[in-house]
């Protein structure tokens, strides 16, 4: 049975410039994660190109040849719904509210309307697409009205939706004024995924206190029907990111990158204030502060892929960063050596496994995640089982990875001993949890998440059963 993904995001960004139209991988871990699921499952994936309709026709079939090529088909959004629906709507008030920050700008009802008007615009290109025999699989928070207006369009439909960010306490969740047709609109679906029991059961506690629906302990009624409600912990593409790190380029890469004998600690993460890396880098000059041996001897590598970049709290950010990444290499650095070398850019896969291999410490320190793949991609990164992951207790990943070294993403103090905890430990005690952490990972890899959402869906799951890793 085919899957068809929808999401906001497709598994390509089009560019379009001087040179004609191309198309980019897109970041971020929705568009990653569920890349080789799209390509193993041989579906159509439905979204947003990534630029403004308004374009002449000759490009505009230019983006659908590329589109198609990849196996994707592109919902047009002109440029003042990309502003209204993805900007300021989904960006400037869902977004924080999820990761339960509550300094969100009220919405404008013309927002709201083009938020509305845009999910009614995907329901109508899928229900246009979608074939009987398929299964239809809706991502993320663009997207949360469009499983009840598909219901609509096509009743018979198996529609399930996952959710990539956490659930967010009822409290956040009420101080948007259309939560109730937000939740109501998830209840169009069949099953309703999200990345923890935790957040499984603030959904339910929602829908009740909220929509004062009836619920069991996985089910919502919904009229004669029942929504089932399933937590499905998102990963990797386990095998891929342990067959790129055996490579001979990998491994030469990552020897160089750990030149003269400094330890190496990561942070990679795209620039979202969700990702707590002001108090990273804080805590990083505490640990310098307080162990001056470490000078000269340890480094910080922080890759920041730009993101959002028109959203102002995102502008704000990449300013914060960037004036304190400046002042902690003025304070500590030497003509030898600088303390942290920061990248505003994304990399290719070899680089990034090769950062993976390189680390000693992988610092992961959000203020809230739904899940985090960086984590994951760095433990099945290290078939040496070597490196210790620095996870912040706010990340779904942190309800499976529970031999990180887990932090409080706020306390500043409290990160810079955990940095010093890390560098500090001895091989056995480093061994002992990346064991432990790898096989976490290698037991629930990608394919295996889809395939117990897609089974649980009732159909799908086949295509994707016995290609695990673990
Ligand atoms: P989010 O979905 O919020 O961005 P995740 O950690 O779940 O967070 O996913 C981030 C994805 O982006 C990962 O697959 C990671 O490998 C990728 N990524 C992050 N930084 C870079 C970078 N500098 N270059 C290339 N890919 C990156
Ligand atoms: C997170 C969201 C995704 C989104 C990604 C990148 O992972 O859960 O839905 O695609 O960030 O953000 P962008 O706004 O570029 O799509």
Redesign the pocket.
Known sequence: MNVLIVSNRLPVTTRVDAGGVTVVPS???????LRGVHERSGGLWIGWPGVPAELPTPIRRAIDQRLAAVGAVGVPLAAREIDAFYQRYSNGVLWPVLHDMLDHPAAEPSDWEAYRTVNERYADVVARRARPDEVVWIHDFHLMLVPRLLRERCPSLRIGFFL?TPFPSIEALATVRHHAALLDGLLGADVVGVHTRAYAARFLDAVRALLGRATSPSDVEDGARRVHVRACP?S?DVSAFEARATEPRVAAMASHMRRDGERLLLG???L?Y??GIPARLDAYARLLEREPSLRGRVRLHQ???P?RESVPAYQALRAEVESTVARINARFGTREWTPIEY?Y?????V??SALYRAADVML?T?RR???????K?FVASRVDGDGVLVLSEHAGAAAELRTALLVDPDDVDGLARSYSAALAMSAPERRVRMRRLRSAVRRHDVFQWAREFLLALGGGGAALVGRSAG
């Open positions: 970041n971020g871990g929705l568009a990653t994660g990539h998102m990797v990679v993460d795209r979202d969700t990702k890759l920041a892929v993101s990248r850019g994304c990399v290719d896969d680089t990034l992961v959000p995640d739904g899940m985090n793949l960086v984590a991609e």
